[in-house]
């Protein structure tokens, strides 16, 4: 079964940027996500990238966070910038078959997360 990896989170200021990454087991091409979560909040998709590297944004994340994959490396990125206070969640990849979207019930294989926090 496929396993995904994050890695790239940690405590930065608001206004800083990071980079993180997602490292599949097998080199299948599939749609790839961004998702967060913060304690008692539903998951919520942040960006998507399809096999033909199409790509997707929530309102939230336009203009400051930019999704990306090298499929030689079996890895999806994403590079966030001007991070706020609100952007501070647990961050997890996922990986469809399905057509990409925003929606996590399309999503059934999913990375262990990556913490994320910005401190203002």
């Known amino acids: 079964q496929e396993k995904l990896v994050e890695s790239g989170g940690g405590t930065v200021q608001s206004g800083e940027s990071l980079r993180l990454s997602c490292v599949a087991s097998?080199?299948?091409?599939?749609?790839m996500g961004w998702f967060r979560q913060t304690p008692g909040k539903a998951r919520e998709g942040v960006a998507g990238?399809?096999?033909?590297?199409?790509?997707f944004y929530a309102e939230s994340a336009k203009g400051r966070f930019t999704i990306s994959r090298d499929n030689s490396k079996r890895t999806v990125y994403l590079q966030m910038t001007d991070l706020k206070a609100e952007d501070t969640a647990m961050y997890y990849c996922a990986t469809t078959r399905a057509t990409c979207s925003l929606d996590s019930k399309w999503y059934p294989r999913w990375g262990q997360g990556t913490q994320v926090t910005i401190s203002s």
């Open positions: 097998t080199p299948r091409h599939y749609s």
């Open positions: 990238i399809d096999t033909s590297g199409t790509t």
